[in-house]
């Protein structure tokens, strides 16, 4: 698969701790970042629930940019409080507005979630013929049941922590993927891929001890007793050699 030129655009203030760079340098056979722009929000919000609606949205967005598709990350509500909404020009925006603070309470990095969507809308952008669906289309890419799927429909939006952290394809989405072009050999090279998206090791052990906690017991048990042993050999060494000094 040729790789895609995806543009990021932050779409008003992101008051959330995010590292562009290391977004920026995502390494994929499949995809390139190919910029990240700023672009600001100059109008309010129009919706009932202080929610951006389509057209707010899409008056705010740039009609050309450099990539092949563009992803928008802002932290403003959008229309029905979905967290992206797609814009005609193979143009995409998702909010971080409740899904940051889900993530947050799961220790799951917030880039995470943006890697999330370049795998998935790139394989929107992939299987539609090299574009991305209008809103107004009528799609069946995603599935309501949560199975760390890329594609979960996340309707239930605490249900994000699943495909946020070694998300996968499911069998079901693996099929339609192979039906719309998509090879078997770049479905394998993208579950790979998928694995990387991970939390950080402090919080990967802190999972693991969680969910072993007497494996956690024995096997700090062992090192403190190695650590034991091995104190004691040393202070013999040294005992010997001061004593023959
Ligand atoms: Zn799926």
Redesign the pocket.
Known sequence: MKKTKITIAFLGEIPIKLDKQIISKRVSNFFIIDKIVNIPITSNADGQNWDYSDDNINGLLPINYSGDFLLTITHVPLEDNYYARRFSNNRICATLYEIADILKVSNIPIENLIYRLLYSYLLIYKRYGNRIPQQNEITNFT?DET?K????MNGIKSDVIYSTNKPQ??S??LIRLKKDGITENDLNQIQKELKKINKVLYYRILDFIQQNPIWTIIISSITAIILGVIGSVIASFVYEAIKNY
């Open positions: 599935h199975r799927c890329l594609f979960d394809l499911c079901e989405c």
